[in-house]
């Protein structure tokens, strides 16, 4: 799943609310910019732009606690030649067969990851490498409840947790930075991926190709890719400019 010969993957997002493809500022409903009418041409475009991975957020079951758009889904996990992994709303295991068995790479579950700790060791367990855990951070807790609530439990802490339940991949997220353009907060990245054995995804903040070298330096401390939205609706920069980048040995 790499999209540049660094083998560090660029993740466009395809955030799904009612039906269309949006972007929200910093995750708050009524921030929402809608982009495509049809969610599978944004992943489709994504595609034939160098994606080896799609990152799939639904985000009506995110507010909901359950699945939402989970037709949307599949019709992206059809129409693709790539993975793509599916996070929002996930919090029972039967939800999280169904896209695995409807064609989706990798699930990514986030409060009930925190909310259910047996339950979580007990998904890890079954799914292995076909699930990822969200540590969504909002002032330096861990967000829950589609970023609208709050846990007790700091970043590092709820990592250092999740390798203990068996998890294998974390995606951080620095709430109050996505959707800004305003750069990722690459010292929230750091501290998670130093406390972190297992690989590290960053999530939120980018705005140009110079903040995903900055990310992709960080590989040695097993940080493997980073997901990039808002800088790739609103014309940034092209995926493929940033996968040449990244070719290019700007990592």
Known sequence: MSSSGSGFLIIPAVDIRGGKCVRLLRGLADEETVFD???????????????????VVDLDGAFDGQPVNGLAVRKIASALDIPIEVGGGIRTTATATDYLEA???RVVVGTAAFQDPEWLKCLAEALGERLAVGVDVKEGRVALGGW???SDEEPVAAVERLIG??????IYTDTMKDGTL???NIAGLEAVA??????VVASGGVGAIDDILRISSLKGLGVEGVIVGMALYRGRF?????IAAL????D
């Open 37 to 55: 009418e049809d969610p599978v041409n944004a992943a489709l475009r994504w595609q034939e732009q160098g994606a080896r991975l799609i990152h």
């Open 103 to 105: 064609g989706v790479a």
């Open 148 to 150: 609208t609530g709050l």
């Open 165 to 170: 339940a068996g998890v294998r991949r974390i």
């Open 182 to 184: 305003e750069g990722p």
């Open 194 to 199: 130093e406390a972190s054995s297992i690989p």
């Open 238 to 242: 092209s995926l493929s400019e940033a």
């Open 247 to 250: 070719e290019q040995g700007g």
